[in-house]
């Protein structure tokens, strides 16, 4: 296995991830879309710390981006919940409001 | 020194400038200022003057030059110089100012301008001073047409009177004839000195930095002014009518001063005089002073005699300048300001107590002036007619008077010129003639005035004598003409010898290769041709006064027979030898008549055609270009188009701003593609 087969995969998330982004209505859909980018920008810090040096510092970013992803979803769907209160719906073109 | 000289200058202007602005509201309408700057410059003149008698320096002379300004490499330098005729003409100006401002509160008393008057009267001061202080010709400029104005001023002073204003407008039109040429002549000597001073001026001639030709041309233009200012023939016509003004400014300024300045600029320039132009000088003044003297003759308003006897006098000056005996005539000058101011201001209370007779007995019509209303006045103003009467001596030419010294010391210098350059005969006879009819028509006017039947009973028992403020002036005036104050301390009557020829001396000429007499070789001549002078003039005053009283006192001879007889000849004097008119015919009316084509041409062929053509021109091209290039490209294309280009791409790109972030997201992703793209390539 070489490096390209990860980066390939990677990019495949990454892509996956940016479309629903930029496709879905649904809030939670785009959150996990998120998560699809993060996790293949883990995949790429990895893949390069075992390819170029063998320090560990790239495991360690993809801690934090894990941990950071984690404390991001919490909060983004809390987020959401209220948005679901407050317009109940939880299509984020419909909360285009600041307040009602 | 010249501290005094500043003072002199100044005071009249400031007691000019308070009058002209809050001289009404000033106690006594103000006149004690201005009375009171004249009288304070009369005793500076007066101290002058002693101290001149006790240095009695005939070469005695001060000068302080400041510069005015620099202008590249030229210093423009004007000044101030002191010499003892300055002194003298100070002092004869200061008195008779100050005497006619006295004269003047009565004179002038019900008059509503009062005020204004004596602002007028005290820039006049200002002005004269000025020309006498001046040491360039610069300078003498500037206050010569000073002086022009404010004879314009108070000959027009009582302008709701239409002659006066006329009369104002005739002496400031034929002054600035003579002064153009005045003002050519200071350029040429200043285009090749390159400076306005009568120093550098006598320096520059004497070095002969001009050729003969040059000097005599820029100084008969000088002097061109000088004919202007002083009534010369044939611009003396302004004089008589400026007798519009009040009597007092006739005494002042058209007798004693103003009118003086000409031949006191003439004074100041003789010495670069080239012989030419003495000679036409010496004519000039001939012919004017015998031709005034007729026309005197036969007038019969008391000022207009006065006035062509002032004119006659100045062309005796001017005589005297030409035929080199110009300190004689400086003499005559002073004395004649002295007993010519004094004869005006008598015929002035005259013509006051007939024109208030003829105001109590509801008479407007009747004029005031005319000798032939008066008569008999003798008894009913003895001072106005002792006065006269002495000073009208003087004028004549009769022994133990200033008058008689200084005609006699002009006729013999004259006469001297004559016996040297026998075919200049003509300036004798004239000379002599003058002085013939000078006598005749001075006894006229006294006899028709004073002596004889009054005219009428009612207004000659209205008639009053002047109050003090009028009889003061004309008593000092004409004791001034006793020929004693002018000799001090030479006791004979008819010698002119004493302080005055003492402290007047004349300079030599500087015109290089001069060939008339010296100053020196004159007074030679004058004192072997003194004795023949004074006989003759005294036979010509006698044989004018005889025939004034054969034919005006005892009538004998009757004056309708002459007239009847030489009917030609008064009717040439009476109408001033039509010199008016001849101007007016030939050189006004056609002056007007061509101005009247130019006119023509200039409405209707260059108004019409050019200004108006390039008119149309412009509108039709502007119209063009309005239509075809502002409206048609500029409007609708560049400035419409960018309008419709904003419109449109706002249009378009306003869609692009959704307010939904994933559309934008979309944009920032082909963005970086496109970055990506263009990164490749």
């Given amino acids: 296995m070489d490096l390209n087969s990860y980066l390939i995969i990677s990019a495949i998330l990454f892509s996956l991830g940016l479309f629903g982004v930029i496709t879905r209505r649904n809030g939670v859909a785009v959150l996990m879309s998120i998560e699809l980018i993060l996790n293949a920008a883990n995949i790429n810090f990895i893949a390069f710390s075992r390819y170029s040096g063998m320090d560990f510092s790239g495991h360690i970013f993809s801690l934090f981006v894990i941990i950071l992803a984690a404390a991001e979803a919490a909060v983004a769907l809390a987020i959401i919940l209220n948005i679901f209160n407050n317009f109940g719906s939880i299509n984020i073109d419909d909360a285009n409001k600041m307040s009602q | ?238 004089l008589p009518d400026a007798m519009e003004g009040p009597t007092p400014v006739s005494a002042l300024i058209h007798a004693a001063t103003m009118v003086a300045a000409g031949v006191y600029l003439a004074f100041r320039l003789f010495p670069i005089f080239t012989p030419q132009a003495l000679t036409i000088i010496a004519y000039i003044g001939a012919i004017t002073a015998v031709f005034a003297a007729i026309i005197a003759i036969t007038q019969n308003d008391i000022k207009k005699v006065l006035a062509y006897s002032t004119v006659s006098q100045l062309g005796y000056m001017i005589l005297a300048v030409g035929v080199g005996a110009y300190t004689y005539g400086f003499f005559h000058l002073v004395t004649h300001a002295a007993f010519k101011a004094g004869l005006f201001l008598c015929s002035g209370s005259v013509i006051h107590a007939m024109h208030h007779a003829y105001h109590k007995l509801d008479d407007h019509k009747s004029d005031a002036q005319d000798m032939r209303n008066m008569g008999g006045l003798k008894d009913k103003m003895p001072v106005t007619f002792y006065s006269m009467l002495f000073c009208t001596i003087a004028l004549s030419g009769i022994p133990f008077t200033s008058g008689f010294l200084s005609k006699d010391a002009v006729l013999a210098g004259t006469l001297a010129f004559s016996s040297q350059y026998p075919n200049h005969f003509l300036l004798s006879l004239f000379g002599f003639s003058a002085a013939l009819f000078t006598a005749f028509y001075m006894f006229r006017l006294i006899f028709l005035t004073f002596y004889g039947k009054p005219n009428s009973k009612k207004v000659f028992d209205n008639i009053h004598e002047s109050p003090i403020q009028m009889t003061t002036p004309l008593i000092i005036l004409s004791s001034l003409s006793f020929f004693l104050f002018f000799t001090f301390p030479n006791f004979n009557p008819l010698s002119y010898d004493g302080w005055f020829m003492t402290l007047v001396k004349s300079k030599d000429s500087l015109v290089p290769g001069y060939l008339n007499p010296t100053a020196y070789q004159i007074k030679e001549e004058i004192g072997q041709a003194h004795n023949l002078a004074l006989f003759l003039s005294l036979s010509v005053a006698a044989l004018g006064i005889g025939f004034a009283f054969l034919i005006y006192y005892s009538k004998l001879i009757s004056a309708d027979s002459i007239y009847r007889r030489l009917k030609v000849l008064h009717n040439l004097s009476f109408n001033k030898f039509f010199i008016d008119e001849i101007l007016k015919k030939y050189l006004i009316d056609p002056f007007l008549k061509i101005s009247k084509y130019i006119a023509i041409f200039d409405w209707d062929v260059y108004d019409k055609y050019f200004i108006n053509g390039f008119g149309r021109i412009t509108e039709n091209f502007s119209k063009t270009v309005g239509n075809l290039w502002d409206y048609k490209f500029l409007d609708q294309k560049i400035i419409d188009g960018f309008g419709r280009i904003t419109k449109f791409s706002g249009s378009k790109l306003r869609l692009i701003q959704s307010g939904k972030i994933q559309n934008y997201l979309i944009l920032v992703l082909v963005g970086i593609i496109i970055l990506y793209v263009f990164q490749a390539i």
């Fill in chain 2, 1 to 238: 020194m010249i501290n005094y000289g500043i003072a002199i200058l100044l005071l009249p202007l400031l007691s000019f400038i308070i009058m002209i602005f809050v001289g009404k509201k000033l106690p006594n309408r103000g006149d004690w200022l201005s009375i009171g700057s004249v009288a304070i410059t009369f005793c500076l003149s007066l101290s002058l003057f002693i101290m001149m008698l006790f240095k009695y320096d005939p070469y005695f002379k001060v000068e302080k030059i400041w510069t005015w300004f620099n202008l590249g490499t030229l210093d423009l330098k004007i000044g101030i110089l002191i010499d003892n005729i300055t002194i003298i003409m100070l002092l004869v100006v200061s008195l008779v100012s100050t005497l006619v401002h006295i004269y003047s509160t009565s004179y002038m008393k019900e008059d509503s301008r009062y005020s204004r008057y004596f602002a007028f009267l005290s820039l006049f001061t200002f002005s004269m001073n000025g020309i006498i202080l001046s040491n360039n010709l610069l300078g003498i400029y500037i206050f010569w047409e000073l002086v022009g104005l404010s004879s314009y001023l108070l000959i027009g002073f009582w302008f709701e009177k239409e002659s006066a204003a006329n009369a104002s407008k005739k002496a400031f039109l034929v002054n600035r004839v003579g002064d153009i040429g005045m003002f050519i002549g200071i350029m040429l000597f200043f285009s090749s000195i390159g400076s306005f001073l009568f120093k550098d001026l006598y320096l520059g001639v004497s070095q002969g930095m001009f050729s003969v030709d040059t000097l005599t041309i820029a100084g008969l233009c000088l002097f061109a002014g000088a004919v202007g200012k002083s009534a010369q023939f044939p611009l003396h016509i302004w």
